[in-house]
């Protein structure tokens, strides 16, 4: 330890802190992560509730004259993941950049009605992706420093969407095809007034099934460009669909009451999904999916045919969510219309 | 469906429709409105055929109905953009009429810039910044693109093997100094976030490069608490957060970015930058290095923003210099109230604390940068704080240890002198 020194205008005080010797931090394969500085007493494990409603974050000693701050959780069921500490790294590790990643070049000439399919798509896309960016960024407000590992993964959402607001704009204007006019879109979402219930609506909900569809890329994507645009895009929702999840299970897990709640914020969100703002649903992008996935507009029975494998895919894929929450008993009070689409 | 019109007749014969293919549509179930869709772009005639086809063999298909709203003018067409050196930027695809940011946005939903809406399917939201003046600085999309460019990751990108270990104290001053900075990122980070649902969508690259400063923001958060415990094993102390409140307190979007993107950033990018001086490894040097890099780009985007609203934004004039003195006045309450940084800067700049008065000489010498560096940044975007700026951020450049709010310095400081400062002991 280190001894206070006396001198004029100076403190010091801080450096009299007791060190912590047992603190050992691996460098692994993934280098220094926030699960290896995660121990001891800078470690959120026992940390249920959040302490005084300030900026400091956990492990820090706070400086008793700073403001409080009443917009924050302090339950740490509120905001916590179990894996937002390894999606958060995940994240960084996997950036991309629309500029440089994606193969411009091999897009190339097409048929006017697929390449007015694929922009009235990605009109739809650059339309709602930020929507997914502008509530998280609600709610980083919100969380207690205490458990600022949360708030770090938003952060990376925030810049996921930010990038795929940029790629599906580029792929609108890359080719000459230009923007489509523009639907609903998803501003619907910004009425969400908590944490649990965006992961409910945004994660669980409306980003899983953009996230079914960007992994039928391959099936709609007409080039390489196309192609790698909706698998990297993929990668990035399928880390919110993780957050979401764990969020979710965690709430479920800690606070049983709330399940009712999570009930009715999808009881809603399923009928308003399946009558106005689905993407295999809605007149607009439903069709472009269908010549795209088709082929062509003489080709609209296939296609038809191909969106409503999509449809299938995604009602299951959400269905499998639930079930992983917790909540697989929404099967017997789930929209008609999506129970009738579920196989397993 | 009724004859084709003259008009739509024009147009099949420039798609090279033959005159039993009209005659043939004509003749299907097919909506006037369908056809002159699929009339509005070039679908070779056979292909027509074929839907034709589809549309008679199965009429109650749901897609026999298909609309093809997509075909509807949208926005311009047959733009062919070309990529730069560092890609396919925005500033590479937005050209044409998609590259023109109009002054006032007036659609109060999601829609793209460079579109209209579908008749009947406008849902209007809570936006509440519509004028280009409170958001806007030029090169933005660019900064955008930078930020992305140069991202780095300080779990694999630092060299955590390879740091060199440091005298005890020296460690803890760097480890307490990192707290701080890292305890300032999470603010930002929720500072900025929260302001991204009031700006409209026609002026989607701030909110884009806003997201690239929440990220970064993230990322120094992580980083410096890394590097914190890396060290020692504790973080250490909070700081007061005086100048996070100042952020956190605007009442405007420009009032927050002059606050944390001007005046705050300003002076973080200076001490930043002169971590070549203070920092006591090569691992500090590149660590704040990396950081300075990012909060060039938030400075950068603050300055052009402020000057841009000089430009464009009604009474400019009048709201500036409060903007900045609201701004200064949370910064100068941290320098003076929150004894953390300064602290530990001087131990770093002393190496350790035997020479404790070298070290605050340092200190105050980077005090003095800072307060230039400031006062130069705001002269080259076009506003004057020389004999303006609050009086405490001249004090600590003759005494960096001065240490409470004195209300006789805010009024006689500006000199960056003066005699009524408060110190310890």
């Given at each position: 330890?280190?001894?206070a020194i006396?001198?004029?205008?100076?403190?010091?005080?801080?450096?009299?802190?007791?060190?912590?010797?047992?603190?050992?931090?691996?460098t692994?394969?993934?280098?220094?992560?926030?699960?290896?500085?995660?121990?001891?007493?800078a470690?959120?494990?026992?940390?249920?509730?959040?302490?005084?409603?300030?900026?400091?974050?956990?492990?820090?000693?706070?400086?008793?004259?700073?403001?409080?701050h009443?917009?924050?959780?302090?339950d740490?069921?509120?905001?916590?993941?179990?894996?937002?500490?390894?999606?958060?790294?995940?994240?960084?590790?996997?950036?991309?950049?629309?500029?440089?990643?994606?193969?411009?070049?091999?897009?190339?000439?097409?048929p006017?009605?697929?390449?007015?399919?694929?922009?009235?798509?990605?009109?739809?896309?650059?339309q709602?992706?930020?929507?997914?960016?502008?509530?998280?960024g609600?709610?980083?407000?919100?969380?207690?420093p205490?458990?600022?590992?949360?708030?770090?993964?938003?952060?990376?959402?925030?810049?996921?969407?930010?990038?795929?607001?940029?790629?599906?704009?580029?792929?609108?204007?890359?080719?000459?095809?230009?923007?489509?006019?523009?639907?609903?879109?998803?501003?619907?979402l910004?009425?969400?007034?908590?944490?649990?219930?965006?992961?409910?609506?945004?994660?669980?909900?409306?980003?899983?099934?953009?996230?079914?569809?960007?992994?039928?890329?391959?099936?709609?994507?007409?080039?390489?460009?196309?192609?790698?645009?909706?698998?990297?895009?993929?990668?990035?929702e399928?880390r919110?669909?993780a957050?979401g999840?764990?969020?979710?299970?965690?709430?479920?897990?800690?606070?049983?009451?709330r399940?009712?709640?999570?009930?009715?914020?999808?009881?809603?969100?399923?009928?308003v999904q399946?009558?106005?703002?689905?993407?295999t649903?809605?007149?607009?992008?439903?069709?472009a999916?269908?010549?795209?996935?088709?082929?062509?507009?003489?080709?609209?029975?296939?296609?038809?045919?191909?969106?409503?494998?999509?449809?299938k895919?995604?009602?299951?894929?959400?269905?499998h969510?639930?079930?992983?929450v917790?909540?697989?008993?929404?099967?017997?009070?789930?929209?008609?219309?999506?129970?009738?689409l579920?196989?397993? | 469906?009724?004859?084709?019109?003259?008009?739509?007749?024009?147009?099949?014969?420039?798609?090279?429709?033959?005159?039993?293919l009209?005659e043939?549509?004509?003749?299907?179930?097919?909506?006037?409105?369908q056809?002159?869709?699929?009339?509005?772009?070039?679908?070779?005639?056979?292909?027509?055929?074929?839907?034709?086809?589809?549309?008679?063999?199965?009429?109650?298909?749901?897609?026999?109905?298909?609309?093809?709203?997509?075909?509807?003018?949208?926005?311009?067409?047959?733009?062919k953009?070309?990529?730069?050196?560092?890609?396919?930027?925005?500033?590479?695809?937005?050209?044409?009429?998609?590259?023109?940011v109009?002054?006032v946005w007036?659609?109060?939903?999601?829609?793209?810039?460079?579109?209209?809406?579908?008749?009947?399917l406008?849902?209007?939201?809570?936006?509440?910044?519509?004028?280009?003046?409170?958001?806007?600085a030029?090169?933005?999309?660019?900064?955008?693109e930078?930020?992305?460019?140069?991202?780095?990751?300080?779990?694999t990108?630092?060299?955590?093997e390879?740091?060199e270990?440091?005298?005890?104290?020296?460690?803890?001053?760097?480890?307490?100094?990192?707290a701080v900075y890292?305890?300032?990122?999470?603010?930002?980070?929720?500072?900025?976030s929260?302001?991204?649902?009031?700006?409209?969508?026609?002026f989607?690259?701030?909110?884009?490069?806003?997201?690239?400063?929440?990220?970064?923001?993230?990322?120094?958060?992580?980083?410096l608490?890394?590097?914190?415990?890396?060290?020692?094993?504790?973080?250490?102390?909070?700081?007061?957060?005086?100048?996070?409140?100042?952020?956190?307190n605007?009442?405007?979007?420009?009032?927050?970015?002059?606050a944390?993107?001007?005046v705050?950033?300003?002076?973080?990018?200076?001490?930043?930058?002169?971590?070549?001086?203070?920092?006591?490894?090569?691992?500090?040097?590149?660590?704040?290095?990396?950081?300075?890099?990012?909060?060039?780009?938030?400075?950068?985007?603050?300055?052009?923003?402020?000057?841009?609203?000089?430009?464009?934004?009604?009474?400019?004039?009048?709201?500036?210099?409060?903007?900045?003195?609201?701004?200064?006045?949370?910064?100068?309450?941290?320098?003076?109230q929150?004894?953390?940084?300064?602290e530990?800067?001087?131990?770093?700049?002393?190496?350790g604390?035997?020479?404790?008065?070298?070290?605050?000489?340092?200190?105050?010498?980077?005090?003095?940068?800072?307060?230039?560096?400031?006062?130069r940044?705001?002269?080259?975007?076009?506003?004057?704080?020389?004999?303006?700026?609050?009086?405490?951020?001249?004090?600590?450049?003759?005494?960096?240890l001065?240490?409470?709010?004195?209300?006789?310095?805010?009024?006689?400081?500006?000199?960056?002198?003066?005699?009524d400062?408060?110190?310890?002991?």
């Open positions: 330890m280190v001894t006396e001198n004029p205008g100076l403190n010091l005080d801080w450096l009299n802190l007791e060190t912590d010797d047992e603190f050992d931090i691996k692994g394969r993934k280098g220094v992560t926030l699960q290896s500085i995660n121990q001891r007493m470690g959120v494990e026992g940390v249920d509730a959040a302490d005084a409603r300030s900026f400091a974050p956990r492990g820090f000693e706070a400086d008793p004259r700073s403001n409080a009443a917009r924050q959780y302090r740490k069921g509120d905001v916590w993941s179990e894996s937002a500490m390894l999606l958060y790294e995940e994240a960084l590790q996997r950036q991309w950049s629309s500029a440089r990643d994606i193969p411009w070049d091999t897009i190339g000439d097409q006017d009605d697929i390449e007015k399919a694929m922009c009235t798509l990605c009109t739809f896309l650059t709602v992706e930020f929507i997914a960016g502008d509530v998280p609600r709610f980083l407000e919100s969380v207690h205490d458990f600022f590992e949360s708030q770090l993964f938003l952060g990376t959402q925030l810049m996921d969407e930010a990038r795929h607001l940029d790629v599906f704009r580029k792929r609108v204007l890359v080719n000459g095809g230009g923007m489509s006019p523009a639907g609903l879109g998803a501003v619907g910004l009425a969400i007034d908590d944490f649990t219930e965006m992961t409910a609506i945004l994660h669980l909900f409306a980003e899983g099934l953009v996230q079914s569809l960007f992994r039928m890329g391959e099936l709609i994507g007409q080039n390489e460009a196309e192609k790698r645009m909706f698998r990297l895009s993929a990668q990035d399928s919110h669909l957050f999840v764990t969020h979710t299970k965690y709430t479920v897990e800690t606070q049983p009451w399940k009712e709640e999570l009930h009715h914020y999808l009881d809603i969100n399923e009928t399946n009558t106005q703002a689905g993407l649903t809605n007149p607009i992008t439903g069709e999916l269908a010549v795209l996935a088709g082929g062509g507009i003489e080709y609209l029975d296939e296609g038809y045919n191909l969106v409503l494998l999509m449809r895919k995604q009602i299951n894929e959400y269905y969510r639930l079930q992983v917790g909540l697989g008993d929404r099967i017997d009070r789930m929209a008609p219309e999506l129970r009738e579920i196989t397993v | 469906m009724p004859p084709l019109s003259p008009a739509q007749k024009m147009r099949a014969q420039v798609r090279n429709w033959s005159a039993d009209i043939r549509v004509v003749q299907s179930t097919a909506t006037g409105r056809v002159d869709n699929v009339l509005n772009i070039s679908i070779a005639p056979d292909r027509v055929a074929k839907w034709l086809d589809f549309v008679e063999e199965q009429p109650d298909h749901p897609f026999a109905q298909a609309q093809f709203i997509m075909f509807e003018d949208g926005g311009e067409t047959g733009l953009p070309a990529p730069s050196e560092d890609g396919m930027r925005l500033t590479d695809v937005d050209i044409g009429s998609y590259g023109v109009p002054d007036k659609y109060r939903n999601d829609l793209p810039r460079g579109t209209r809406p579908v008749a009947g406008y849902m209007p939201a809570g936006y509440a910044i519509y004028d280009r003046a409170e958001v806007w030029d090169g933005v999309g660019d900064l955008y930078d930020a992305i460019r140069d991202r780095w990751i300080p779990a990108d630092l060299d955590w390879g740091r270990e440091l005298a005890p104290e020296v460690e803890r001053a760097t480890g307490q100094l990192c890292s305890s300032y990122g999470i603010t930002e980070q929720k500072v900025i929260k302001w991204l649902e009031d700006i409209s969508y026609g989607h690259e701030v909110k884009l490069f806003l997201a690239t400063q929440v990220y970064d923001a993230g990322r120094k958060a992580e980083a608490r890394k590097r914190s415990l890396h060290g020692s094993g504790i973080i250490g102390k909070a700081p007061l957060g005086d100048v996070c409140e100042a952020w956190y605007a009442l405007t979007y420009t009032d927050m970015i002059v944390l993107d001007v705050y950033k300003s002076y973080e990018v200076t001490a930043f930058e002169c971590a070549a001086d203070w920092a006591r490894s090569d691992f500090d040097r590149d660590l704040f290095a990396r950081l300075a890099s990012d909060s060039q780009r938030h400075l950068e985007y603050g300055l052009k923003h402020i000057e841009w609203y000089m430009r464009y934004a009604e009474r400019a004039d009048e709201e500036m210099p409060i903007f900045l003195a609201k701004a200064e006045g949370g910064l100068a309450s941290e320098l003076a929150s004894p953390l940084e300064r530990a800067l001087a131990v770093l700049y002393a190496d604390v035997e020479r404790l008065d070298a070290g605050v000489e340092g200190l105050r010498q980077l005090r003095e940068k800072q307060y230039h560096d400031y006062l940044r705001l002269s080259e975007h076009g506003v004057n704080r020389v004999g303006e700026a609050i009086g405490i951020l001249g004090l600590t450049t003759q005494d960096p001065l240490q409470a709010l004195n209300p006789a310095a805010l009024v006689e400081g500006q000199a960056a002198g003066g005699s400062m408060i110190r310890d002991n």
